[in-house]
């Protein structure tokens, strides 16, 4: 019988559950759990790219060396993006995900 006041070493410890496959969150779209949605602006933007520096989720698209847009599939609406952005920019601006829902189903 293990005695669960003792520690043991790495090497002692039974062997838990192993994953054969290593996942990625690229297959887990988890853009539904923001409550705030970076808003992009590409004529404000200066391509300083400080929000894709700072993204935690990777979510600012790049393409050809440029900034041209947010993947809102992956997007947590963290507001890092917004923070960083330049003052002189403010090329991000964070909506409430409600608000930007209804601006889009009002477009179409």
């Keep these: 019988m293990r005695d ?3 520690l043991l070493t790495w090497r002692e410890e039974p062997m838990s559950g192993i ?8 297959h887990y779209h ?3 759990w923001r409550t705030y949605r970076p808003i992009w602006d590409s004529e404000k933007c200066i391509q300083c790219f400080r929000c894709w520096a700072y993204c935690p989720d990777a979510s600012i698209l790049v393409e050809d060396g440029k900034v041209v847009g947010i993947d809102y599939l992956h997007c947590k609406g963290c507001g890092i993006c917004a923070k960083e952005c330049p003052p002189k920019a403010e090329a991000i601006e964070m909506v409430l995900e409600s608000e930007a829902r209804e601006k889009e189903s009002q477009a179409v």
């Design 4 to 6: 669960y006041g003792k």
């Design 19 to 26: 994953i054969e496959e290593p996942g990625s969150s690229v």
């Design 30 to 32: 988890t853009g539904s």
